[in-house]
């Protein structure tokens, strides 16, 4: 069985997503990494929030947040906690599948973010967290018809060696047919041994193709810095894995002072909340960053104190910024730190928590929803930028520094 310490606590998991979505997991629905989800760390939680009733519930002392027979108000649309542990409990004693069961259960629920993992999916998500992972160096999402299309390939990745690149359709795995399988359920097959051959069947312009890879152990840079001319530094977040938080700190102190920077969040599916928070303290004094809601109770989020407020600051945003992504694209905005630009971002802002059940499976079940510091939700209409960009989103936020007094 799996150890509660080791479960995060509350989770924004984006999975499934279509291909407009641009970058899929963590969940994410990632087959490179995912970290994308949005999740409480519970050894940092705490230490996110200034609030005592948020820091009680990320550190894991909420009383319903350990307890699956806790009696809670339940949202439409989120599956029962208490049917899905029964639905389980009664497939394992009957030797069937515990996971298969829960899934079903949570799919009839029409809870659109809930999903279950078995404990080495799980295993392989923990490992995500911290910026690495085995497998191939793939992200897909799921397109019309229950299609898996490759949205990005790693670079130098086994798969980008072996010429696979965004928009081939994944077919198969070691002969087994990925489309109509959830996400998850992909990255699972993806995922094994370092070493270990895979052969992938893919559709490519009408043509099939088969190609037989090696998986390696990947890690990612969430966080990378450069220069721009006239001093402005530009900040990449490719996802909030641990330590991100104090690099995007790190970044702002190392920028040339009174310089401005830009915040790049897009293609971010999200990650820890506490890393987000984290990073979003870099350009705030403390205050609000987020509230949220479990089971009907109000928590909320706060910014440490000390941050950077006057340095000139843009955020850059698109349809792949999702959930703990927009938390903090939606706080800097909100707070009048940051000039949002690009296009509206994903809308993920929906809280999953962790139940254990009794195979050892792990059931993520939506039980509320976040908001920014205005009390805008977040889940389904995203954050609309404050400059419209498609094309050229670096070039009009340069000008946008520019009449904030930064430039050459």
């Known amino acids: 069985m799996l150890g509660l310490p080791s479960v995060p606590a509350f989770c924004l998991r984006p999975r499934d997503l279509r291909r407009g979505a ?93 999903t279950v993992y078995d404990q080495g999916e799980y295993a392989a998500f923990a ?10 160096g793939l992200w897909t999402g799921r397109g019309p018809g229950g299609r898996i299309d490759v949205d990005k390939v790693q670079p130098d990745s ?18 087994q047919t990925v489309t109509g399988l959830a996400v998850p359920d992909v990255i699972a097959l993806l995922r094994g041994v370092a070493g270990t051959p ?52 790190a970044a702002v102190r190392a920028a040339p002072p009174g310089a401005g920077v830009m915040l790049d969040l897009r293609g971010n ?14 350009f705030l004094d403390g205050g609000l960053v987020a509230t949220y809601d479990v089971r009907g109770s109000e928590r909320a989020l706060h910014a440490a104190p000390g941050g950077d407020t006057a340095r000139p600051l843009v955020a850059l ?24 630009v690009g296009t509206r971002t994903f809308g993920k802002g929906s809280v ?5 059940l009794p195979d050892g499976s792990v059931a993520e079940l939506t039980v509320g929803t976040y908001r920014t ?21 670096e070039e009009r936020a340069v000008q946008v520094l520019g009449g904030l007094g930064v430039g050459p």
């Open 373 to 393: 510091p205005a009390g805008r939700s977040l889940d389904g209409g995203g954050i609309t930028p404050d400059l419209a960009a498609g094309d050229g989103v």
């Open 352 to 356: 999953q928590m962790p139940t254990e």
């Open 317 to 340: 945003v698109d349809g792949g910024t999702m959930s703990a992504a927009e938390l903090v694209a939606g706080a800097l905005q909100d707070r009048g730190r940051a000039v949002a």
């Open 198 to 249: 895979v052969v992938l069947k893919l559709s490519r312009d009408g043509a099939d193709l088969t190609e037989t890879v090696r998986r390696e152990h990947l890690r990612t840079e969430a966080v990378t810095v450069r220069q721009l001319p006239g001093g402005i530094t530009v900040i990449k977040v490719a996802s909030f894995t641990r330590g991100s938080g104090e690099q995007v700190k």
């Open 22 to 114: 641009v970058l899929t997991l963590v969940f994410l629905a990632s087959v490179a990494t995912a970290a994308g989800t949005g999740c409480w760390d519970r050894g940092g939680a705490a230490a996110a929030s200034a609030s005592s009733s948020a820091s009680s519930s990320a550190s894991g002392s909420d009383p319903a947040a350990g307890d699956p027979s806790a009696q809670e108000p339940r949202t439409p649309g989120t599956a029962d906690r208490e049917a899905v542990a029964r639905a389980a409990a009664e497939a394992v004693a009957e030797g069937k599948s515990g996971k298969k069961a829960a899934q079903e259960v949570v799919s009839r629920s029409g809870d659109r973010w809930g």
């Open 127 to 136: 490992e995500d967290l911290d910026g690495s992972w085995t497998g191939v």
């Open 269 to 282: 599916p999200g990650g820890l909340v506490t890393e987000a928070v984290a990073a979003a303290s870099a």
């Open 158 to 175: 086994p798969a980008a060696r072996a010429g696979l690149r965004a928009g081939d359709r994944l077919l198969s795995v070691d002969g």
